[in-house]
């Protein structure tokens, strides 16, 4: 489900798990690193897991549709690996970083101040993604300090519905950050969208943000879980999202942006084209899936993805409140279905 970054930033990096670390006195000499450290984050992705948010991980709601809570911290045992690594590997050009929200993990922030204390940041490439919430001005001052900075930016939709997949985020908070990071001396900004069942019609309106800031879209899709996916999505709302989506192509300033839109329709298109009756199962896993985390969340698909809701109407009819598979005690009650 993780998206892979290298693509996107046409760089070759190299992953050491943690348990078998380069010793630091060896002559062997990184060009690039990529490091993966723990699930801690701020945010409940609908799409996301337990294993890549802590705060998934915590909720017995969301958990519980994975079978088992996650109480992983991988960060732990490996801060002062990888801190000797940066520190012994003065060849190092190229950084990634990702794991849970890579911007509010401390451990992450005592290595890239290591790197600016040696004075080797001026001459390192940053690369990671972020959900751009809880960015200080600290955080903002450290990543000034790097030769590059890669930030691909976590969108799953605009306003509303990128409140309503990625709880809790504040989208006032999120375009905040995002000018924010338009402001680094040597930022190289773009959106990283997750196609899920939820989010076929944001395509557009996501696109559309980007391309008013100057910022490329790009996109992966949910392949699990498979009931978020968007082959479960009955034919026609797939043949509808593609539609809107051709349309819209033109509008778009940013050649890059448009070939992703286009490489969606196509997409959206051979989903249509499968068998449904595969999908019956998902379909309703989907159902309980959005309705248990709406009960628990106090939020409503209905108020925050209209659009969909509304084109799913023609082939499975009103939305179905009433089915569960975790019934939650004591929580949010749902938001009142909107007008």
């Not at 897991?49 to 490996?78: L, M, Q, T, V, Y």
């Not at 084209?273 to 709406?294: C, G, P, S």
Request: charged share 25%.
């Amino acid at each position: 489900m993780r998206m892979i970054y290298n693509d996107a930033f046409a760089l070759e990096t190299h992953t050491q798990p943690a348990d078998t670390l380069i010793d630091a006195s060896s002559d062997v000499r990184l060009r690039s690193l990529t490091i993966t450290v723990g699930n801690l984050c701020n945010l409940q992705c609908r799409m996301c897991n337990p294993f890549s948010s802590s705060r998934i991980a915590a909720d017995p709601i969301h958990s519980g549709w994975f079978g088992h809570r996650s109480d992983r911290d991988e960060s732990k045992d490996i801060e002062s690996a990888y801190a000797e690594i940066i520190e012994s590997c003065s060849s190092i050009t190229h950084l990634q970083i990702s794991g849970g929200e890579p911007l509010i993990i401390p451990k992450i922030h005592k290595i890239l101040q290591s790197l600016i204390d040696s004075g080797r940041a001026q001459n390192v490439v940053l690369m990671m993604p972020t959900n751009c919430t809880g960015v200080g001005d600290p955080v903002l001052a450290r990543l000034s300090k790097f030769k590059e900075v890669h930030l691909r930016m976590s969108l799953d939709g605009h306003g509303p519905a990128n409140e309503y997949i990625r709880y809790p985020s504040k989208w006032s908070e999120i375009v905040d950050t995002i000018i924010r990071f338009k402001g680094l001396p040597h930022a190289k900004l773009s959106i990283g969208f997750t196609l899920s069942a939820l989010n076929v019609f944001e395509v557009v309106r996501t696109a559309q943000f980007g391309d008013a800031m100057g910022i490329p879209f790009t996109f992966g899709v949910v392949h699990t879980p498979s009931r978020l996916s968007p082959n479960i999505l009955p034919q026609a709302t797939l043949e509808q999202a593609a539609v809107e989506i051709d349309d819209a192509v033109d509008s778009l300033t940013l050649n890059p942006s448009k070939r992703e839109l286009r490489a969606i329709s196509r997409l959206l298109r051979s989903f249509a084209r499968q068998d449904r009756e595969e999908n019956e199962e998902l379909w309703t896993k989907f159902v309980q899936f959005t309705n248990d985390l709406d009960r628990s969340r106090g939020q409503s698909i209905e108020a925050s993805l209209p659009d969909l809701v509304t084109s799913l109407r023609v082939e499975k009819g009103p939305w179905q409140r009433n089915i569960f598979h975790i019934l939650p005690k004591d929580r949010a009650t749902p938001v009142s279905k909107a007008s």
